[in-house]
């Protein structure tokens, strides 16, 4: 088999109900020169039975136990790769029909990195589209002082300059928020960042709404953040304002988390807070 011109990197856990979406999805795409990389953490429900029953040449599965660190896995899939693009799909997602036609098209006029709009679907039914960029706010420090403007399912990027940055950072402390890391670094590389405004697709919200979880995620952004604003001349009185402001930010991300969406007298607030950040 040739090379495909896109590897699709999904890493996955115990998520066989989900994972049968997100290959479907693959394979109802337009663009068909593809190959999807599955890294299995171990699974002990149906996943491998899941994917064994799609029989397509082009979907190849590798096991990992990378401790709980997702990170691990999505690199093993970029090692792994043959492609000359890295799509990210997480096992729980999935994409619309022309996800990676349209993406190709805008990573063909010279862009390193694309990311497009995806809906956000919550518990219950609830969703909201989610639109990422503009490329004014996914500059280095942009995105420190401003937060993450991008979502990894949505992202595919160069192979070649995901790996000349040292791919996704395995540090157990950035567990949850190892992919904002990649976009800051890719950033700070002098990566060219392109948003596509139309939804290409659909990103699940379950499982992290506990406060333990949230916390968890709360504490890994703050210290994500302190390592890069180390980075800065300390001195600076704006630097200080921006870093403290920059947790404030983390900290209302965290207490979004933790709601109910759409339910209560200030989810909604909360919500459209967390839309701005």
């Known amino acids: 088999m040739t090379n495909p011109l896109v590897s699709v990197v999904i890493p996955t856990y115990n998520q066989a109900l989900f994972l049968n979406n997100a290959i479907s999805s693959l394979l109802e795409q337009s663009w068909r020169n593809w190959e999807a990389i599955i890294i299995d953490n171990s699974s002990t429900d149906n996943t491998l039975e899941i994917i064994d029953e799609f029989n397509d040449a ?8 990378n401790d ?4 691990a896995s999505r690199n093993l899939g970029i090692l792994r790769a043959r492609g000359e693009f890295i799509s990210f799909l997480d096992s729980d997602d ?8 349209r ?3 805008f990573l063909a006029k010279g862009f390193d990195l694309v990311c497009h709009a995806e809906i956000w679907e919550f518990r219950g039914g609830q969703s909201i589209v989610k639109s990422y960029g503009p490329s004014s706010r996914s500059t280095y420090k942009s995105l420190l002082f401003w937060g993450n403007r991008l979502s990894t399912s949505a992202v595919s990027v160069r192979r070649d300059v995901v790996i000349e940055i040292g791919m996704f950072d395995e540090n157990p402390d ?5 992919d904002y890391d990649l976009w800051m670094r890719a950033a700070k590389h002098g990566c060219k ?7 290409l697709g659909m990103y699940l919200v379950h499982g992290h709404n506990t406060s333990k979880a949230s916390f968890r995620h709360f504490l890994a952004e703050v210290r994500l953040i302190n390592a890069h604003v180390k ?3 300390q001195s600076s009185l704006l630097i200080k304002f921006l870093h403290y402001s920059r947790v404030v930010r983390a900290l209302a991300s965290y207490l979004f988390r933790l709601s109910q969406p759409f339910k209560g007298p200030f989810s909604k607030y909360l919500v459209l807070s967390r839309l701005r950040l």
């Open 68 to 71: 709980g660190v997702i990170a």
């Open 94 to 101: 999935y994409w619309a029909p022309l996800k990676l036609e």
């Open 103 to 105: 993406t190709l098209e």
């Open 174 to 178: 950035y567990k949850m928020v190892e």
């Open 193 to 199: 960042f392109g948003f596509i405004d139309d939804v």
């Open 58 to 65: 082009r979907i190849r599965v590798y096991k990992i136990n």
């Open 231 to 233: 980075s800065f001349n």
